[in-house]
């Protein structure tokens, strides 16, 4: 069964998609995304992840040519077509072709298209190897707080840590943690949950939201604030969240290993939790 896209209303095999040379998000990368998680053929926290793309796309001042509703049942319509019941659709909205130019016309049509791929399993909270995240200076734009498809710094500081056998790259602002390249980043410091808050520096993660929730349920404190390099070092465990991974336990920040170099028990219990919501919600 050929790859499916479905493309400005749409679907057909991603092979005979076309999007004209001259469209934004080709020249001006001038457009946002959505990176949306499904199980069991269902998608979870489909509704914040389109809340999120309409925000984005205000942020830039652009407007999708779908409303909400219909886009959800779209996407629901486009996963029960897939062939695999695990996955992810990647969602990107981009302000269209037109003649290159830094003016953009209120008028020209944007150009609306996702696609689904499959995901392999998850181990289980606490298995596996623990990340290790290289610390690299927070060189990008200060409106994080949109899911921009400008992700150059992205890219090279992800590459810059795979290139010296890290897992993902931890952005640092003035000694400052922020996020990672692409995934948020958490410290558990004494029984705190401690994460620097959402804004131009951060990007409000779905999976961050959800975990807010969990933590709320499990009655651990959240402290959102900024948190410095060395703090993070000694902090009794790491770990990251994004759509993709879930919750991922760091092992390691630089060359300092974090905590008992395991996964440690708030990590599980708020993973373990996360994936309850999955069940209930996809199950």
């Known amino acids: 069964m050929p790859e499916l896209i479905w493309l400005n209303g749409e679907v057909l095999p991603m092979s005979e998609a076309r999007i004209g040379v001259e469209d934004r998000g080709f020249q001006f990368a001038d457009g946002v995304y959505e990176v949306i ?13 389109l809340e999120r793309l309409e925000r984005s796309a205000e942020g830039i001042v652009l ?28 969602l990107q909205l981009t302000r269209g072709a037109a003649p290159r130019n830094h003016i953009y016309s209120q008028l ?19 298995d596996g190897e623990g990340v290790k995240l290289l610390v690299v200076p927070d060189d990008r734009w200060h409106r994080c707080w949109i899911k921009s498809i400008a992700l150059l710094p992205n890219v090279l500081a992800k ?38 808050p959402a804004g131009s520096r951060v990007l409000p993660g779905i999976t961050r939201q959800v975990l807010f929730e969990c933590a709320a349920d499990l009655n ?15 902090s009794d465990e790491l770990f990251i969240t994004s759509t993709t991974r879930e919750i991922s336990w760091v092992a390691r920040l630089n060359e300092r290993y974090i905590g008992k170099a395991r996964c440690g028990p708030m990590t599980i219990a708020l993973h373990r939790a996360l994936q309850a919501r999955v069940r209930a919600e996809a199950y």
């Open 159 to 196: 590459n810059l840590a795979a290139s010296q056998g890290y897992d993902e790259a931890a952005f640092v602002d003035n000694g400052v943690l922020t996020e990672c390249a692409a995934s948020n980043l958490f410290a558990v410091v004494g029984k705190k949950l401690v994460t620097h």
């Open 220 to 234: 651990i404190e959240i402290d959102e604030r900024p948190i410095k390099e060395e703090e993070a070092q000694r």
């Open 63 to 90: 407007k999708s040519p779908l409303a909400r509703e219909s886009l959800e049942a779209e996407i629901r319509k486009f996963i029960a077509r897939a062939s695999f019941k695990e996955g992810m659709i990647y």
């Open 108 to 126: 020209q049509t944007a150009t609306l298209l996702f696609y689904a791929r499959p995901l392999p399993p998850l181990p289980e909270p606490g």
């Open 37 to 49: 998680r499904f199980y069991n053929g269902r998608p979870f926290t489909l509704r914040p992840h």
